[in-house]
């Protein structure tokens, strides 16, 4: 193979074990370790690679012991993949889930998030949530995304779409999952417009938070079609308020709260709602 002949090719004793003889130096066992490090993921079976890699990087000696982990961290993760009947395969899925938790760890300790990632969202691990936040924050936001949505975390998953330049498929998936209030708080950011449903459904749920007084829809309803939301809390504001002071003169109560904590806190409290759901 590619790699027994360039095992050879450091065999400086002659004797065709590849171990470089008395002639290797430290940087002659690093190149080794970084081709196979490197060749590895090509090979339909990287594992014996992998290993080599780990005990050049041993041999290198001082100095390169970040390499050694990555390369361990990898061969764990391998072998934590490795499908049922091949030989150290996990046995059993408790075994394979333990296995690819341990060797996520041990990427991350090694600072290879990739990886890390890879384990973390298999099947058997159960964690695409934790992949998902590993790759946002590698800034590879499409499987981020994706991850985000597999794990039913919606919102995330939008941020991810939009931060990689998708915001109308990240508005979408908001509106898909009703997840209005998010979905209201980015059009107000790119300053697009608001589907018609979700003013009207914004609504809705405002009135039934609000004392139903039809001069009072009016007001919100204007604003959200006029200002696209930009406002709207404010209009609703000073609306509110004139009704409150009209209230506060009969009945002499020194307590106010405006409507625009109202809402604030109710849209506050959707949100959370709707991320929970």
């Not at 790119?190 to 609504?203: A, L, Q, T």
């Not at 809402?263 to 709707?274: G, N």
């Amino acid at each position: 193979t590619a790699g027994a002949a360039f095992d050879r090719s450091y065999d400086g004793d002659g004797d065709g074990d590849g171990d470089g003889g008395s002639q290797s130096k430290p940087s002659d066992w690093l190149k080794r370790g970084l081709y196979f490090l490197k060749a590895a993921p090509q090979q339909t079976s990287p594992l014996g690679m992998l290993e080599t890699a780990h005990t050049c990087f041993q041999r290198a000696g001082n100095g390169y012991e970040g390499l050694a982990q990555l390369a361990e961290a990898n061969i764990m993760a391998t072998v934590a993949h490795l499908p049922e009947g091949k030989a150290k395969a996990p046995k059993g899925r408790a075994q394979r889930k333990l296995g690819l938790l341990k060797a996520a760890a041990a990427c991350l300790v090694a600072r290879d998030g990739k990886t890390a990632a890879s384990c973390l969202a298999h099947k058997a691990a159960g964690e695409p949530k934790l992949a998902a936040k590993i790759m946002a924050g590698m800034g590879d936001n499409v499987p981020a995304a994706k991850l985000f949505e597999r794990a039913g975390a919606y919102l995330e998953a939008a941020e991810a779409w939009i931060a990689n330049g998708q915001k109308d498929r990240g508005k979408k998936l908001l509106l898909r999952h009703r997840l209005f209030a998010a979905y209201i708080a980015k059009c107000d950011l790119d300053g697009s417009k608001v589907d018609g449903e979700v003013v009207n459904r914004v609504v809705k749920q405002l009135m039934n938070k609000c004392d139903d007084e039809e001069a009072f829809n009016k007001k919100v309803k204007q604003a959200l079609l006029k200002k696209q939301l930009v406002g709207v809390l404010d209009e609703a504001h000073n609306e509110e308020a004139r009704r409150i002071r009209a209230a506060l003169d009969e009945e002499r109560t020194s307590s106010e709260r405006p409507i625009r904590v109202q809402i604030s806190a109710f849209l506050d409290r959707m949100a959370d709602e709707e991320a929970v759901r």
